[in-house]
T-cell receptor, first 111, second 112 residues
């Protein structure tokens, strides 16, 4: 158990819908990262927050957004969902900029 | 796009044998990390090696890093059935604020 929690574990929704994925980092970790894992793209970095501020952006679509709250939990919002958004979404946290601890992931299926 | 490429894509060995997988990357790095993933579950951090280190050990794991060749290898000695998983290398560069770029992974199957 990494200490990073993600909810929900599974999400099934329809195209065009909007969902929110939630992540609670390990106690004391200020950095939160979001990654997407799909069969065709592999593991892709989406976005990073540090103590509430956005620090780095990767291959994140404009339909996706994220934020980190004062209690350091983070949410990833996915809107206007398409079939191709079906993937595993991971959150990771770290105390600095080295080792990242990954949560169990949220499996999203868009039908 | 992915920074690293793992080789081989898949590896099948018997318990007790050693497993070696390689990772190549393209740009300068601060560190390189190896992660394990069991069938679509979360990633487990195995080991981190910094750019100024050449070799690191952790239990049955041995990692080497050759920055001149932009490559790393992960050796698992005396493998067990529980080592069956996908193994990913991930790199972090100095301008990346810690974000990781992953390779495609090596799928390892250890049969009893």
């Amino acid at each position: 158990d990494s200490g990073v929690t993600q909810t929900p574990k599974h999400l099934i929704t329809a195209t065009g819908q909007r969902v929110t994925l939630r992540c609670s980092p390990r106690s004391g970790d200020l950095s939160v990262y979001w990654y997407q894992q799909s069969l065709d793209q592999g593991l892709q970095f989406l976005i990073q927050y540090y103590n509430g501020e956005e620090r780095a952006k990767g291959n994140i679509l404009e339909r996706f957004s994220a934020q980190q709250f004062p209690d350091l939990h983070s949410e990833l919002n996915l809107s206007s969902l398409e079939l191709g958004d079906s993937a595993l979404y991971f959150c990771a946290s770290s105390p600095g900029t080295e080792t990242q601890y990954f949560g169990p992931g949220t499996r999203l299926l868009v039908l | 796009s992915q920074q690293g490429e793992e080789d081989p894509q898949a590896l099948s060995i018997q318990e007790g044998e050693n497993a070696t997988m390689n990772c190549s990357y393209k740009t300068s790095i601060n560190n390189l990390q190896w992660y394990r993933q069991n069938s679509g579950r979360g990633l487990v951090h195995l080991i981190l090696i910094r750019s100024n280190e050449r070799e690191k050990h952790s239990g049955r794991l041995r990692v080497t890093l050759d920055t001149s060749k932009k490559s790393s290898s992960l050796l698992i000695t005396a493998s067990r059935a529980a080592d069956t998983a996908s193994y990913f290398c991930a790199t972090s560069s100095s301008d990346s604020w810690g974000k990781l770029q992953f390779g495609a992974g090596t799928q390892v199957v250890v049969t009893p």
